[in-house]
């Protein structure tokens, strides 16, 4: 019994004593002006100590993806420190590899700035802006999906990859939070930014989009993101995508047709009832005109009674190895969820297919 007393009153004296020490830094401690310095000197700054590295980056207009919020689970903030990072905490680690964490990379919302820091940051994030949009349309595509087109207002145009995202700004009690939403416009169309939202219950960004109208502002950073599609037109494209994965595939299609109207080009979608089905029969006008698409959607649940659905069904995993040869020059580009990812993967590796850019959502 004395020893479970000791050791339920050492717990909390260590509790009390690490609450102390959070407000004591929160309320008590100032840091500061501290130097901010990027890329050896490409762009010094001057920050207040004691925030965040991501507030003080996004203070001056530095849009590092954020795509939690700040809150240490998405590991898209990371950035490497080269110096004046303190040392790596445990939130971080989860979410590092250890190579990542042998080469400085560290999770921006989770460095406190304590002294002057230098990072690295890739120029392509540097080029990262702020933009103001006007809602065009809010068109209902499924019973949980909405296409949102925004039209740029400042900056009017936007410079993105085929397969990149923009974060929007969705107001929340504790406060703006950012939401990534892929960007199913072609690059073709710099004025406008569409986005295919599936509203998740009760969360914050989907249902600020599902509730936007014509008129309204919506505010957002970007473009972001690691797409790259390959120039060579011999090399065949193939687009995965389930689920709410659908934007970037209908960005890369479209790019890809307007610049090179013969190449190979495969789009699986899995949906798992017709009631999920979208961008079908746009996708079929497009592929008349477009021999080499090919357009494969799977179900992959079991039809009601008095349904008729006569394209694939199972996982699209399943589709993808039916319909693709093996040892064929291929790039690849998968959005949706992780385990949809982990078995597409797996097929094209199979296959021969090693250029795999993925967004998992
Ligand atoms: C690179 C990238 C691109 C993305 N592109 C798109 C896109 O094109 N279209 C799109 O609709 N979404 C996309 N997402 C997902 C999007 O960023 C949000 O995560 C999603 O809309 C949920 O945000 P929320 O604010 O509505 O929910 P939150 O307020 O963040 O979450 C509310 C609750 O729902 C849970 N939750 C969060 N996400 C999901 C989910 N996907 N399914 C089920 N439960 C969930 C949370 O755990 C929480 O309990 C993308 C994500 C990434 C990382
Ligand atoms: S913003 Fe999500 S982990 Fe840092």
Redesign the pocket.
């Given at each position: 019994m004395i020893y479970l007393l000791s050791i339920v009153s050492f717990a909390g004296l260590v509790v009390a004593l690490a609450a102390g020490l959070m407000v004591a830094e929160r309320f008590l401690v100032t840091y500061g002006i501290c130097k901010l310095d990027i890329n050896a000197g490409e762009k010094p700054l001057e920050v207040d100590g004691g925030q965040t590295l991501l507030a003080c980056l996004y203070a001056n207009d530095i849009f590092i993806?954020s795509?939690?919020?700040g809150k240490g689970t998405?590991g898209?903030c990371k950035i490497t420190v080269t110096s004046g990072g303190g040392p790596i905490l445990p939130t971080e680690t989860p979410l590092l590899t250890r190579k990542e964490i042998r080469s400085g990379v560290r999770l921006a919302c989770q460095v406190k700035v304590r002294e002057d820091i230098y990072v690295r940051i890739p120029s392509d994030l540097l080029n990262v802006k702020m933009f103001t949009s006007t809602v065009e349309s809010s068109v209902t595509l499924t019973y949980d999906?909405k296409e949102i087109t925004l039209r740029l207002e400042e900056p009017a145009q936007i410079n993105q990859r085929p397969g990149q995202?923009v974060?929007?700004q969705?107001p929340?009690p504790e406060g703006p939070?950012f939401?990534?939403?892929?960007?199913?416009s072609p690059a073709h169309e710099p004025n406008i930014v569409q986005?295919?939202?599936?509203?998740?219950?009760?969360?914050?960004?989907?249902?600020?989009?599902h509730n936007v109208e014509p008129g309204d502002t919506v505010n957002f950073t970007g473009p972001?993101?690691e797409f790259w599609l390959n120039e060579d037109p011999l090399v065949e494209i193939v687009c995965v995508g389930g689920?709410?994965?659908?934007?970037?595939m209908a960005n890369i299609i479209y790019t890809l047709y307007e610049k090179w109207p013969d190449r190979v080009c495969w789009l699986f979608f899995g949906c798992r009832t017709t009631k999920d089905v979208f961008y079908l029969k746009e996708f079929e006008e497009l592929a008349k005109k477009h021999k080499n698409l090919h357009v494969v959607y799977a179900l992959s649940d079991t039809l009601e009674e008095g349904e008729t659905w006569d394209g694939e069904t199972g996982f699209i995993h399943l589709s993808v190895d039916k319909y693709l040869e093996a040892g064929v020059r291929r790039q690849a580009f998968l959005?949706g969820?992780p385990l949809m990812i982990e078995a597409v993967t797996r097929v094209l590796e199979e296959k021969g297919t090693e250029d795999i850019f993925y967004?998992?959502?």
């Open positions: 993806p795509a939690c919020g998405c898209h999906i995202y974060q929007v969705a929340s939070v939401r990534a939403y892929s960007i199913s986005l295919v939202v599936r509203l998740v219950p009760g969360g914050i960004g989907s249902t600020y989009l972001y993101g689920g709410c994965g659908m934007a970037p959005c969820p967004d998992e959502f």
